[in-house]
C-alpha cells in the first residue's frame, strides 16, 4: 500500500453518509506543519486551539474534542505517533491528560522519511485528504488555516479512481435548469456571452455519495455556494433558505445578502426540471448546515 492509499484508507468514519473528517484534519495541519517547520514534534497544548478551530470551521455541526483525533490516529497503520513526557504512549483522547502529560504527536518517522525524499508527495498528500473529504469550495481555505499552498497540490489518480470521474455535464445542466440564475439571491452577471460567478453546487457533497445529477444539484453564486458548504445558509424540506443563528452580520451589505433570506423561498429550477430531493436537503441540513436556524 502507498502513502496516497494509507491516507484515504483513514479519511473519515462514515455512516449514512455521517461526517466525520477529525484525522483527515489532523493530518492535513500535521502536513503543513512539516512543510514549515521539518519532522518536529508537535505538543497538544500548542495544538489545541487551532485544531478545536479546524473541527469547528470544517467538521460536522457536532461538537468534537480535538483530543479525539490527536489520540486515534495513532490506531492507523504508520501515520502517527504520540508519546507523553516519560516516554509512554497516549494516554488517550481526553485532553486533561493529555494536556498534563504534555503529549506530543508526530508524524510517523517512514512517512517523515518518504517526505523528506520525495517533494511531490506532500502535494499528493495533500490533494488526497482534501478530496477525500471536502467540498471543493472549502479547499482553499483549509489549506490557508494550515499553512499549505493549494496550487502545489495535485490530484493522485486513486482519488479520481475511487469516487468516479465528475460529468462534465452535470455543472451545464443545473445552470441551464435554474436559467442562469443564483437560486437565493437572483445573480444572473454574464461577461462576453459566459456566465461568470455561478455554481452548480452539490446538495449533499460528491465524496459522501452526493451524485452528479439534478436532483442533487443547485445553480447558487459563488458567495452563496461557499456559504452553503460552510453551513451559514441551507434549506428546509419546501425549499425555504434558512440562515444559522451562528451566523454574524454587522455591515448593511453582508445583512442584506444574507440575513434578508431567512424563509425566503429559493428559486425554483424551470418547469419539468427536477427540484432538490428531500433526502439531500436532509443530509446537508444534519451533516453540514450550523444549526440552529434563525427564526423568518
Known amino acids: ?9 483513514v479519511r473519515r468514519y462514515s455512516r449514512n453518509g455521517e461526517r466525520a473528517p477529525h484525522k483527515p484534519l489532523l493530518l492535513l495541519y500535521a502536513l503543513g506543519r512539516f512543510r514549515s517547520e521539518g519532522p518536529r514534534p508537535i505538543e497538544f497544548s500548542a495544538a489545541e486551539q487551532d485544531l478545536d478551530r479546524l473541527l469547528q470551521e470544517f467538521g460536522p455541526p457536532r461538537t468534537t474534542s480535538p483530543g479525539y483525533p490527536f489520540h486515534h490516529l495513532t ?7 504520540v508519546t507523553t513526557a516519560d516516554g509512554a504512549g497516549s ?4 485532553v486533561g491528560p ?7 504527536g508526530r508524524l510517523h518517522p517512514a512517512l517523515a522519511t518518504a517526505l523528506s525524499e520525495n517533494s511531490a508527495l506532500l502535494p499528493q498528500l495533500v490533494r488526497a485528504l482534501l478530496d477525500a473529504n471536502f467540498a471543493p469550495s472549502l479547499h482553499a481555505d483549509i489549506c490557508q488555516m494550515v499553512g499549505l499552498d493549494l496550487a502545489e497540490a495535485a490530484l493522485p489518480p486513486q482519488v479520481s ?3 468516479g470521474p465528475r460529468d462534465p455535464a452535470f455543472r451545464m445542466e443545473v445552470l441551464e435548469a435554474y436559467e442562469y440564475c443564483c437560486a437565493f439571491c437572483g445573480y444572473d ?4 456571452g459566459v ?9 449533499r457533497w460528491r465524496t459522501y455519495g452526493g451524485a452528479d445529477d439534478l436532483g442533487n444539484g443547485i445553480c447558487l453564486c459563488a458567495l452563496h455556494h461557499r456559504l452553503f458548504d460552510r453551513g451559514v445558509v441551507g434549506l428546509t424540506d419546501d425549499h425555504a433558505i434558512t440562515v444559522s443563528r451562528k451566523y454574524v452580520s454587522r455591515a448593511d451589505t453582508s445583512r442584506s445578502l444574507v440575513l434578508a433570506l431567512v424563509g425566503r423561498p429559493a428559486q425554483k429550477p424551470q418547469a419539468g426540471s427536477a427540484p432538490v430531493e428531500p433526502q439531500h436537503i436532509a443530509w446537508h441540513t444534519r451533516q453540514v448546515f450550523r444549526g440552529p436556524a434563525r427564526a423568518a
Open 1 to 9: 500500500m502507498d502513502w496516497v492509499e494509507r491516507v484515504l484508507s
Open 75 to 81: 490506531n492507523d497503520d504508520r501515520l502517527w505517533e
Open 91 to 94: 494516554p488517550g483522547p481526553n
Open 98 to 104: 493529555l494536556r498534563k502529560l504534555h503529549a506530543e
Open 161 to 163: 479512481d475511487e469516487f
Open 189 to 192: 452577471g454574464w461577461l462576453s
Open 195 to 203: 456566465a461568470v460567478g455561478l455554481d452548480a453546487a452539490h446538495v
